[in-house]
Structures are given as C-alpha cells and as structure tokens.
RNA sequence: GGGCGCUUAGCUCAGUUGGUUAGAGCAUCUCGUUUACACCGAGAGGGUCGGGGGUUCGAGUCCCUCAGCGCCCACCA
C-alpha cells in the first residue's frame, strides 16, 4: 500500500494490511514524503511564535552511539510536539569538526595504515585527508540522524569550519582582540608529546600508575659554620631537575607547623573513631619535624633571605634559596625544588620570586640544549641516567616506591608534560560574570536545577581561557605577527600598517594591531584580520609579518553555535527572528566547556542569552556501568537497533527510560549473523573487529572492522532487549489500528451529542482528556519518561484492552456502528497524534491509512486530516470532557470486578468460551455505579450477572472473591467446574493473608497516639478497612466449611 | 580533599506533598490460538525498599550515620 497519496475510500481487505508493522519499508518511504512536502522545513513567519534548537553538534570523529540517539530523540519529541503546537519550529542541524579528537583520530590511522606522521604530509595535505574523512562521517551522522527520524531542517546543516561559522569566529576573535579581551601569554600548558600539541585541562585525565620519589641531595654554596652542608629535595620526577632553578623553603616554618597542628587538633575533636589514631599519627610526626627539622629549616629560610645559593648538580649551576610558602614544612624535607617551566605550581611560585624559566623539553618530549649533555634524551631515558649520575656524585638519597597520579592526554593516551609556550588566551572576568548573571537571574534556566551550582562555581573562578592549540585542523588564528623588534622597526611598521588599514577597509575596520614589549624587552607587532581578505592578507605578509600557525579550540567555534548557525555576524532575517533560540538538551558533561561558553560568547556578540532553557539528560551506560564513547568502544550504533527494532522502538524505548535521576544502563550483546544467537558484549570484545561466535563458530565483523578481510565478514549487529518492550508497543498500536481500519470500511460519521453517548464512549473521551494534559504538561518539563508511560498505559491497558475489546460487540450492532465508528476513529485519531512526537514513523503510517478510509475526523463537527500527522495540530483538552469523576470511578470499579471474575475462572481452569453466572453484594450506592456496566462485563468476562445488590446472595457452589476497598463481594458459581481440592487451598490462603491484615489494622487502631493524633479521615478509612476485613474473614471462612461439606 | 547522584523483585527501572496490601517491562511458572495483535490474551509466584540510628500516630519517601557504586571539580615537591 503506498501511503501519502489521496485515493477515494475503498472496502479495507484483512490481508491488506499485514498484522506487523514493517518499518524497514515504511521509513524510508515516509522519510522520503516529509522531505518532498517540506515538512521539516522552518520559515521566518512573523504571523507564529517560533521555537528553535540548535542540535549540539556531534563530532565528525566517528559514528553516533546510544548517547548521541538519546539527545537527539528528546530533541526531536520536543520539536515535534511544538510544531504541532503551531509553532515555527526549527530544528538546527549541524556537525562539529573537534579539533584535536579529528586530527588525532586521523593521524592515528595515517600512522598505522602507511606508517606516516602529519609531517611527512605537510600541513596541506593532512588538512584535505581530514576534510575527506570529515565528508566520510559528517555523511553518516547525518544519515543515521536521518533514520532516527529527527526532523531537522537539512537544508540549513551546518559545520563548525565552514565559510559562515568562519566569518562569526573571525568577527568574535577580532572583536575580543580589539577589546584586548584576547591577548598572548606565556603560560604552562599541558604538552601532549605525541600529538605535540596543547591540550586543555580537560582533555587531561589522571592515571594511577606505579612510580618512585627520589631523594636529592644539593650542596650548598659556602656554607658557614653551623650551616647545612646539604638541602635535601625529593621529587617524582627527577629529569625536571635540570630546569630547576631554585629550592624553595617556607618562610615562617614554625608559623606554618603551629597552622598545621591547629587544625590537626581541630579535627581531632569532631574525627570519628577510626580516624583518632592516624590524626594522632601525623600530631607526633609534626612534634618530630619541630624537634629535628624545624631549626634547619629556619636557618635555611634566612640564608635565603641572605640571598645564598645552592648548586644544581650535573649541570654544576648556582641556584638561588628562595622563600616561598609553597614549600611545606609539614611535607617531605620541608625544602622544594622550583622548575618554573614544567610544574603549574613551581610556576606561581617563580613567577612570585621572579625566578628565570627554563624550559629543557623539546615540543617532541626529548630535551633540549638546556639539558647539557642529556640533551636529545627522551623522558625515560634522561630519567634513568640522571638518577645513575647523581648516586655516582653520592648525592642521591632514599628511593621511595609510590603510586603517582599521572597525567595523560585524552588524545593520546600518553602521559603529558607539563611545558611553557606562548598561547592566547581569552580574559575571562566580565565575560564569565555576565554568564553567571545569566543563570542567577534566570535568564537561563537549567535542569534539573541541580546541575545550575556546577556551571556557577566553575565561571566563578574566572580563570582565563587558553584558546590556541598547536594543530592543524580548526580555524587557523587570524593573527600575523613580527617578533624581535626594536623600537624604531615597530614604529616604521606599524605606520605600514595604518597606511593598510585605511586603504583596505573603508567603512568598517577589517584590520587592527597592536604592539607589545616581550619579557626580553624587544618588541612584538600583531596584525588581526577581521575577515578571510585574500588580497589584504597577502599585502600584510608582504610587509614581513607571518601568520601564526596555531588554531582556536574547538570550543571557541561551538561557542557561537546558536548565533553563527543563524547568520550572525551578519544582520539576517533568521537571527532576527529564531534567535534567542528556546531549549538546549545536552549531556552533563559539556556544561562548563560548551554551555557556559555559548551563554558568555552569545551575551558578548548579540547582547542576548542564547536560549532561555537548558534540559541536561542522563547518560547511557554499558552493561558495567560505563559512559558509551567512542574511545572505549562500547557505543552501540542506533542503526543497529534500528535495523532490529525500528526506529519508533529505539526512540521510545530511550524516551522510556530517560528518567530525571538515574543514568541508563543498557546491557548489550552481539546478535550472531549466521546462528542469531546473542553474545554478552564484555570489556574483552567490546572492541574486537572480528569475533567468533561461540555457538556456531562463525566469525562475524564488528562495527570496528577496518581491514578488507574482516568487513567482508557478515556484520554482528550490537543489541539490547530492553527494546523489546517498546517494539511490542509499536506493534500493538498498529494492531489497534489495523482493528480500527478494519471496521471502518463503510465509516459514516455522525454529529455527537456527547450527552447520549454510551458510557464507555463517554469513558474514553475523558481519559483522552486526562491523558492529553498529562502528557503535554510532561513533555513541557522534559519529563519524557512519564510521557511515554502514560501514553504506553492508556493506549495497552486503556485503548487496546478495554475500549477496542467493547467496541467489537458494538459493530455488529447497526443501531450503533455509525456512532462507534466515529468515537473509535476520533480516538485513534487523538492517540497518534499524542503518540507522534515519540513514534514518528509508525505514526504516520497509520495516519495515512486512517485517512483513505476516514478522511475527515471529529465529534462535534467534521474536519478534514490532513495528510500528515506530523503536521496535525497537538490535541487540546476540551472541557466538557474532563472532571467526570463518576465515570473514572465507574470504570475503575468495573476494572476491580472483572479483574477479580477473570481470578476465579482462572484459579478454576474455566474454559474462556464458557459463560459462567456471577453475583455481586455490594452497597446501593455501588449498585448505581455498576449496573450501566454489566453489558460490558458480560462481553469482556464472559459473564453471566444473575444479581447485583445488597441483597444479591452466594450460590450453593460459590467461588467467591472479595474486594474490601470497594465493598463488593464477587461471587462466581462454578458448578460445572469447580476444583475442590485446588480451591479449598486458595481459600485457606486467602483466609491467612485476610487474617495477617486484620491483626495489622487492629494493633493499629488500639494504638491510642494514631487514633488521637492522625488526621480523623485517615482513622475513619482504617476502620471501614477493618470492618470490611472482618466481613470477608467471615465469608471466607463459611466459604471454607461449604467446600469442606463438597468433599 | 570538595561537590553531585545512585543503592527498591532474578535483570533493567518507576514510586508525586510521609498515609490502605510498594508498581512496570523483561525473565520464570500455569492456562489459552477467543474474529486486531503469540511482538498476543488470562492468571500466579517473586521484595527486611543497601546496613544502622533518629523525627513522626505513621517512613521506600524527611534527618543523621556507615558501606558500596558512578560522575564532576580541585590537588598531591
């Protein structure tokens, strides 16, 4: 059946529409139609309120994950729920070129598959393999986005290194240069000796590893009597000792072990037991220091004082004793040795005591020519031979084994070094202040509201933002500079420059400088250009300067996502009208790096926050609890379970599961392609390109087959049950509504009196009602997985089990097939539309078929569907159908009872065919309530209700059951079936449960502080509860003796 | 070291402001092809709500504490 064409009504046949939904034909179709009628489509409409997202663009790294299907999918639900809203809602799509992760990833690769480094290619060459890799995957995201169904507006993709977002980094960088918001400095930055690139605080994380502390001895310069001959250092890392230029020791020594021993005893008096003895180890260990250190330190803080020296051994060079309260007197010797150039803290404290920096690593991590003769050692091997040395000079002391947190790149996997260079930075004081403003005010509003203390603190420390990287891949920095100048020189040139400026850029400036004394008292000239100026940038290097060769974070692109996407710097129709965009739904752990930086950067260029929510949503983990990435391997791609389950099953089973606190753990296995079996996917396969199967012995190939032989394996798909439940669902709407065409083939709608409709109808009308507000009011504040359990419950337990199971009698009644037909349409109707945003594809499908055979729609008037549910306007509540509590009661009642004749005939093996006659006791009241009931009782039970009241009475062979909240006793008679033997052991377990209940209740109510003290409704319902208790032992227990006389 | 989460059935998770007998899906067991659906239907079994203490008439829910798991930030000559 095709589905998006209009045809004339035509008689529905059973095998017309198969009895599963066959997603793998149907997608793509309806994909296809979406795009061909521009459904996706966001248009600048000052008539609608626009509501925009900007997809937080994934890395051109490597293929989505579950993650990333998570992100996208609440996106898409929420995009899609506003569209029908009648919002102009535009979903911004886009990708990310990830600067450092790119380049390694294909550097990596270059390395193994041609054994090559990015310097035998040239930067030229290396940037276009990265731009076809880039093609590569940025071509498979967006396809796998694409069959996740996100609605995405692709015309509009965007990539954070194309020409627009380029010309709004331009803009930013000159803008903040010109501001000198961004200036250069000499800072520590963590070397990545493999890439031989910085790489930012945090693409650095820490690993334990098993190292040594080795103690040195220095002497000390002329030492007078009395004095130490020797300071003693200790260090995890002695091939730094070569660019040590300084030992530091504390100041006060004897202030600073009374601080100590202050808060020692502080903590002493509030310390929990198990901690007495080690707070009393370290107060002896201090009493030690005073008595045996203390006055050595002292006499050393003074000679530093008195400017006194010590030498650095090996390299035979005087350095200086400095005080400085880095140097802990409770630690260690109590003395520190100061490498300024490749230690943060050695470098605050040489920048306090104006100490000389010496850097003695290369960028390739072997050391220099400040290294002296170990010059063109590696790390490791300097190490060893300056331990070697220093016991040969008798000047090495005790060698500790000690476990040491290492710094490693994240890149790289190597272990970083810390190393001075030149970097730019950007001044992070207002534009952090105006960030925080932004959420302290509300401006931005995050949530959970959890997540808003995070984003402050880190803003809150203002730390200047190191923003140029030493690679190749990203936007080159737009700075051509001049180094080494004297004065008179960047005087001459700067007048060149100005002669420059005003002949390139009438109107707005496109070109500033600025010059600036180096720590060597020479002068530096920097150029910046505004925008790529082909003519101007060759004028510029004409004149001598040269382009820095660095690029900008990746960070600093993303940062501008929202405005650059839209136009910006430019003044375009689309920023004016979709920006500030609405919501960002991000993960948590991008909040500092990415979200802050777009609130500050979007504050700085627009003067407006960048969206006014912030949704943060749990991860996905792996079966051991692991985040899904990349690096580790443990991604599942959505394709995988697309291809299994559908992309309506994928996307509900995520939405179904993204509650607010809890992170999703998604086991997963491998599905064998030959046998089918599932294989537990564990920490050892997790990235195996080819795997046997353990059952069949096969070999299959995984997502990371890179060679020729394994992809020509058959593919192992990776997937998870936990979406079987959301398949099932999929597949029992489209039940539902296979059911529903089927009867409609002579739809005839009719005008709705809703005062005259049967109960049932009346019934489903409100709970449509109540469904909608809940649902709506869900998705409104990001709680997903209530939404998709509310609509799983109504549409199974609700829809499917009650109201399609009373609608069967109905059409074959001709008096009240027309009215059916238009409530079950309606109601089909409404649920796809609510269903939609989450099941977009199954959806639809319905929606079509729905729409040959019932074109128009509507209770109290007709209306025309339109030809795609997407594009269907969201169901609101009307009021006339909401608040009739008497008929949700009703049918709760109605639920109890059927669920307790449904017990019987079950507990008694009754054959489903056969009608069995029931009684119900039960009050007045009741009566009023159950007896519009009964018809449906009878057809949905099979019963046959012979008496309903207080006066109905028990049969002579009576299966009775109680249900005491409701005051009704369920009498069954199973003459012809009754199990004596199998009933007398329910009843006797019954009466135990029954029993257990009341002697609870009654503790209870003889609890003189409850009856006194609780609120009186909740003693009365406790009372009623025990009365009602009471009965039903009474009952049960007759009931007992009775089929104890049957025996 | 600081911060934020989490711990509920065999597994994966819900559980609104404290209030009848703590729920769902999967798995297990029993029964069933009944005119949409076996990717289905009916039913059953399965829980000391991580341990301990406290507040309260009443705690899965609030407070303290201990233990375990996870994440973020800082730091370790």
């Known amino acids: 059946m095709t ?28 994909t296809q139609a979406w795009l061909d009628a521009g459904c996706n489509r966001a248009q600048v409409d000052p008539s609608r309120k626009p509501f925009t997202i900007c997809i937080p663009p994934p890395n051109v790294t490597g293929a989505l994950h579950l993650g990333h299907g998570l992100n996208n999918t609440l996106q898409d639900v929420l995009v899609r729920t506003r569209r029908m809203q009648g919002f102009e809602a535009l979903w911004m799509p886009g990708t990310d070129h990830a600067g450092i992760a790119t380049q390694a990833v294909v550097e990596r690769r270059l390395k193994e598959q041609e054994n090559k480094t990015r310097h035998d290619l040239g930067r030229d060459t290396l940037v276009a393999r990265i731009w076809k890799w880039k093609d590569q995957y940025e071509t498979r ?24 977002c380029a010309a709004a980094v331009r803009a930013t960088f000159y803008d903040l240069f010109s501001q000198r918001l961004i200036y250069r400095g000499k800072r520590l930055v963590n070397w990545d000796t493999f890439l031989q690139t910085a790489v930012s605080d945090d693409e650095v994380f820490n690993e334990t590893t098993q190292g040594h502390f080795w103690h040195f001895y220095y002497q000390v310069i002329g030492p007078k009597r009395g004095e130490p001959a020797m300071v003693e250092i200790a260090t995890t890392r002695p091939e730094t000792m070569l660019g040590d230029t300084a030992v530091a020791v504390h100041p006060d020594p004897a202030a600073a072990l009374d601080a100590v021993e202050k808060e020692l005893r502080l903590k002493l008096v509030d310390a929990a037991e198990k901690d007495l003895a080690a707070i009393n180890g370290q107060l002896a260990d201090l009493e030690i220091r005073r008595r045996t250190m203390l006055p050595t330190l002292i006499m050393l803080a003074d000679m530093a004082r008195d ?117 730019w930075f950007v001044k992070m004081d207002s534009l952090a202040q105006s960030a925080i403003d932004a959420v302290s005010s509300e401006a931005v509003k995050i949530f959970p509201t959890r997540y808003r203390k995070g984003y402050l603190d880190w803003l809150g420390e203002k730390r200047d933002w190191p923003v140029s990287r030493q690679l190749w891949w990203g936007h080159q920095i737009p700075i ?40 060597d008292g020479d002068n530096r000239l920097f150029v910046c250009l505004r925008a790529e100026n082909a003519k101007l940038q060759a004028a510029v290097e004409a004149i001598g300067l040269v382009r820095d060769p660095d690029v900008l974070d990746t960070w600093f692109s993303s940062a501008l996502w929202p405005h650059s996407t839209l136009g910006w710097p430019e003044k375009t129709a689309e920023l004016d009208y979709f920006y500030p965009t609405s919501t960002l739904i991000t993960s948590r752990d991008i909040i500092t790096l990415w979200v802050a930086r777009m609130v500050l950067m979007g504050i700085n260029n627009t003067g407006k926050v960048p969206f006014s929510e912030v949704f943060i949503h749990p991860k996905i983990l792996d079966g051991l609890g ?48 030959h046998c089918e079996k599932l294989i537990d996917q564990t920490k050892k396969n997790r ?22 032989a394994d992809k020509s394996l058959h593919r192992g798909a990776v997937v998870s049950e936990r979406f ?38 009346r019934w489903l009308l409100t709970r449509l009602a109540t469904v909608t507000a809940e649902v709506t009011d869900a998705i409104d504040h990001y709680r997903y997985a209530e939404a998709a359990r509310s609509l799983y419950d109504f549409a199974w337990d609700e829809f499917c089990s009650l109201y399609v199971e009373m609608a069967k009698s109905r059409f074959s009644d001709p008096a009240q097939r027309a009215a059916t037909q238009t409530i079950i349409a309606h109601g089909l109707d409404t649920l796809l539309r609510l269903l939609h945003p989450i099941m977009p594809f199954v959806t639809e499908d319905i929606w079509a078929h729905l729409g040959k055979v019932a074109p128009t729609r509507g209770l109290d008037k007709q209306i025309e569907a339109g030809p795609f549910v997407m594009r269907a306007p969201w169901p609101t509540v009307d009021v006339r159908d909401t608040g009739d509590k008497t008929i949700e009661k009703q049918f709760a009642v109605f639920r109890e009872v059927l ?3 449904r017990q019987i005939r079950s507990s008694q093996n009754v054959p489903p065919r056969e009608s069995v006659p029931v009684s119900l006791v039960c009050d007045a009241a009741t009566v009023v309530l159950l007896t519009p009931m009964i018809p449906l009782l009878e057809s949905i039970a099979t019963a046959n209700v012979v008496a309903l009241g207080p006066q109905a009475t028990a049969f002579a062979t009576d299966v009775p059951l109680s249900l005491p909240s409701l005051g009704i006793d369920v009498h069954v008679d199973m003459d012809r079936f009754i199990d004596v033997q199998a009933e007398l052991v329910r009843l006797e377990r019954l009466l135990g449960q029954i029993i257990k209940q009341i002697t609870v209740k009654e503790q209870k109510l003889s609890n003189e502080s409850f009856v006194s003290r609780a609120p009186e409704q909740v003693v009365a319902t406790e009372r009623q509860s025990l009365q009602d208790l009471k009965a039903q032992r009474q009952s049960v227990t007759d009931d007992i003796k009775k089929m104890q006389n049957r025996k």
């Open 480 to 519: 051509w500079t001049s180094e080494k100048l004297t004065a008179s020189d960047a005087k001459s040139l700067a007048a060149k420059i100005a002669a420059l400026q005003s002949a390139y850029s009438a109107g707005e400036s496109s070109l500033t400088h600025q010059t600036e004394v180096d720590e």
């Open 899 to 901: 669920g307790a004749v």
């Open 724 to 761: 079987e439940t959301a398949r099932n669902f999929v597949n029992k709407l489209w039940n539902a509504a296979r059911f529903t065409l089927l009867n409609l083939d002579d739809y005839q709608p009719i005008k709705i009196d809703r005062a005259a409709l049967p109960l049932e109808d």
């Open 626 to 673: 692991e985040t899904m990435s990349k690096s580790k391997g443990n991604g599942v791609d959505p394709i995988d379970i697309i291809d299994k389950f559908g992309p309506d099953a994928l996307r509900f089973g995520l939405a179904w599961l993204a509650t607010e606190t809890q992170d999703v753990r998604m086991p997963v296995q491998y599905e064998c392609p």
């Open 141 to 164: 995201i967006l396809g796998q986005l694409k069959r996740m169904g996100c609605s995405c507006d692709w015309d509009r993709t965007r990539f954070t290194l194309d020409d627009q």
């Open 3 to 30: 589905a998006m064409t209009n045809q004339p009504a035509e008689p529905i046949e059973d095998s017309d529409i198969p009895t599963r939904f066959d997603h793998a034909t149907a997608a793509p179709r309806i």
């Open 687 to 708: 990235s195996l390109p080819r795997i046997d199967c353990p059952h069949c012995s096969q070999p299959f190939s995984t997502q990371w087959a890179e060679s020729e």
């Open 307 to 423: 400017h006194r020296q010590v030498m650095l051994p090996l390299l035979d060079r005087a350095i200086p004793l400095v005080v400085d309260p880095w140097a802990k007197p409770e630690l260690g010797s109590g003395c520190v040795k100061i490498t300024p150039a490749h230690d943060p803290n050695d470098y605050e404290v040489g920048k306090r005591c104006g100490l000389p920096m010496i850097n003695v690593l290369r960028t390739d991590g072997t050391l220099n020519q400040e290294a002296g003769v170990y010059q063109g050692l590696t790390i490791k091997a300097a190490r060893e031979r300056v331990v070697a040395d220093l016991d040969a000079l008798g000047q090495l002391g005790e060698v500790e084994d000690r476990e040491i947190e290492l710094p490693h790149s994240d890149r790289s996997k190597t272990p970083i070094e810390p190393f001075l260079a030149d970097q």
